[in-house]
């Protein structure tokens, strides 16, 4: 009896023992479920949040990101049919923001590169907004359209953006005159008189009627001339970015630490998220500058306006918005080198880099982009590289000088304003 009641307690000892295990394996798998879950809901959650926190630091985060609406509203009033001036408006005004964002994401860009890729990526990204609308009218054959806006970006950014930076810095600190590096400013000079160089001997060869071979000698003159000058403008960023960076980096480096919190030193995307925007932001100008491209000749009949105005004074002010903004905030900090560096610099771009890109893409094309923009076009910038020049040879800024650049605009723009441009009409 005693044998059979040790077996009956050891039966049912062994049956509590597995009822335990089976109950701790139970929980043991619903703990691990529950960890799993919690896991994946952080990795998911936090996606989320990233997601989250880089929309708004790319769309939220900038008062001009309000005119981001007019960019369907532009595509809705196409589809409708509307006059093309407001088209021309919507569009216009819906990729003002994406310029400005545009420079934004090279910025965040440049945190991760090295300062040759950064110079890189300024080189193209820093004027995106014109090339891109420069290649959709030479595409469609606007010829003159290209040429006048590509102008138009490099007398606004001298003229308009760096005489209100003049005017501002000046302003805010009456009681001196600012200075900038002298040295930087006189090679910029240089390069946009030899740009001055390159467009005048075509347009010389055209008006004395010397051409070797009618119709070819200066088309061929043009597209020499454009592969010379993208020799020079890369030799350029070789100059600024590896024999003498302490001539263009330190100076300005050592101002945005001087003046500059450590918040502004840190990135605010990563570099996945920078690469992604670039590209939808990229992608975006492109679709709108189809409509702005199309809309330009109906809308200067709508408005009255000759397209060479619209092409000249208007379009140049979308893609100089973060430019203007960017060099009157630091002119009103008193870093004037970064002031010049984004007006001045911004015009080298254009005058080295982008027309004579712009010309090559043509001849890729079959189209015959040339680098005579006519008497007219090029006696204007010939006389504003010779201005800017007198203003920057004393190294000083004040806001006297602001003044005289930015009257100098307003005259160059009357002048557009009542010019005819008589070779629009052969563009086909």
């Known amino acids: 009896m005693v044998d059979m009641a040790y077996v009956e307690n050891e039966c049912e000892d062994e049956r509590l023992v597995r009822t335990v295990a089976n109950k701790a394996h139970k929980l043991k798998s619903t703990v691990d479920a529950s960890l799993d879950d919690v896991h994946h809901c952080s990795i998911f959650g936090g996606l989320r949040c990233s997601v989250w926190r880089s929309i708004a630091v790319v769309l939220l985060h900038n008062k001009i990101n309000l005119l981001l609406p007019f960019g369907p509203a532009a595509a809705i009033a196409a589809a409708c049919n509307v006059k093309h001036g407001w088209v021309f408006l919507f569009s216009l005004l819906g990729i003002t923001p994406l310029a400005e964002r545009l420079g934004f994401l090279t910025e965040q860009l440049s945190f991760y590169t090295g300062p040759t890729v950064g110079g890189l990526l300024n080189a193209t990204f820093g004027n995106?907004?014109?090339m891109i609308i420069s290649i959709y009218a030479l595409r469609n054959g606007?010829?003159?359209?290209?040429?006048?806006?590509?102008?138009g970006s490099i007398l606004s950014n001298m003229l308009l953006v760096l005489g209100t930076a003049f005017l501002t810095g000046g302003i805010v600190h009456n009681k001196k005159d600012q200075?900038?590096?002298?040295?930087?400013?006189?090679v910029n000079s240089g390069l946009l008189l030899m740009a001055v160089m390159g467009l005048l001997f075509p347009a010389v060869l055209h008006f004395t009627h010397t051409e070797l071979h009618t119709g070819q000698s200066e088309l061929a003159l043009s597209r020499f001339t454009s592969c010379v000058m993208l020799v020079a403008y890369a030799s350029y960023l070789?100059?600024?970015?590896?024999s003498h960076p302490?001539?263009?980096g330190c100076g300005t480096e050592g101002e945005r630490n001087d003046g500059g919190s450590e918040e502004d030193d840190l990135p605010e995307l990563t570099l996945w998220e920078a690469m992604l925007w670039l590209a939808i932001v990229t992608a975006f100008v492109s679709f709108l500058s189809s409509y702005l491209v199309n809309a330009i000749e109906g809308a200067s009949e709508n408005w009255k306006v000759s397209v060479s105005f619209m092409s000249v004074i208007i379009?140049?002010?979308?893609?100089?918005?973060?430019?203007h903004a960017s060099a009157v905030m630091f002119a009103m900090k008193d870093k004037?080198?970064?002031?010049?560096?984004?007006?001045?610099?911004?015009?080298?771009?254009?005058?080295m880099f982008m027309i004579p890109f712009c010309v090559v893409v043509g001849w890729i094309m079959g189209k015959p982009m040339d680098l005579n923009f006519q008497l007219f076009e090029t006696a204007t910038l010939f006389i504003t590289v010779l201005v800017v020049a007198f203003?920057?040879?004393?190294?000083?800024?004040?806001?006297?000088k602001g003044l005289m650049l930015m009257l100098c605009y307003l005259i160059v723009s009357a002048s557009f304003f009542v010019h005819i441009d008589h070779k629009m009409g052969d563009d086909v």
């Open 128 to 130: 995106a907004t014109e």
């Open 142 to 151: 606007m010829i003159r359209v290209v040429q006048q806006s590509l102008l």
């Open 179 to 186: 200075t900038f590096n002298k040295a930087t400013a006189v």
């Open 238 to 242: 070789v100059f600024q970015l590896k």
């Open 246 to 248: 302490d001539l263009y």
């Open 315 to 323: 379009l140049p002010l979308v893609g100089n918005a973060a430019e």
């Open 336 to 351: 004037l080198d970064i002031s010049l560096g984004v007006a001045i610099g911004s015009s080298t771009q254009i005058s």
């Open 391 to 400: 203003m920057l040879q004393e190294g000083t800024s004040n806001y006297f």
